[in-house]
């Protein structure tokens, strides 16, 4: 049974880190590609960050490039988002989400298969 569980958000200042994880169940790293979205209130969920593991590859949306980083472990079969220089904008709730299956690219929302509960990110003074 695929289980993805998110852990690491909080309330932190403007300019300040978190790091958000998402360990993943019954399957490895290797197989999906993990995304993180977020969504803020009112919004649409967007996508943040991908990470490929099976090519190496990940990418960013422009509005969080040059401060978030993906990262998996597969060792611990877990996915990373490192988030610095965190603005109020980036307000939402995270969510790590898997598809993609076997594949070499990075699906969109709709091509996602499994999600997680989320967890919120609050970045206020």
């Known amino acids: 049974q695929v289980q993805l569980v998110e852990s690491g958000g909080g309330l932190v200042q403007p300019g300040g880190s978190l790091r958000l994880s998402c360990a993943a169940s019954?399957?490895?790293?290797?197989?999906?590609?993990i995304a993180w979205f977020r969504q803020a209130p009112g919004k649409e969920r967007e996508k943040v960050s991908c990470?490929?593991?099976?090519?190496?590859?990940?990418d960013y949306a422009d509005s969080v490039k040059g401060r978030f980083t993906i990262s998996g472990d597969n060792a611990k079969n877990t996915v990373y988002l490192q988030m610095n220089s965190l603005k109020p904008e980036d307000t939402a709730v995270y969510y790590c989400?898997?598809?993609?299956?076997?594949?070499?690219?990075?699906?969109?929302?709709?091509?996602?298969?499994?999600w997680g509960k989320g967890t919120l990110v609050t970045v206020s003074s």
């Open positions: 019954g399957f490895t790293l290797d197989k999906a590609s």
């Open positions: 989400a898997a598809g993609g299956w076997y594949g070499s690219s990075c699906p969109d929302y709709y091509g996602m298969d499994y």
């Open positions: 990470i490929t593991s099976s090519v190496g590859s990940t």
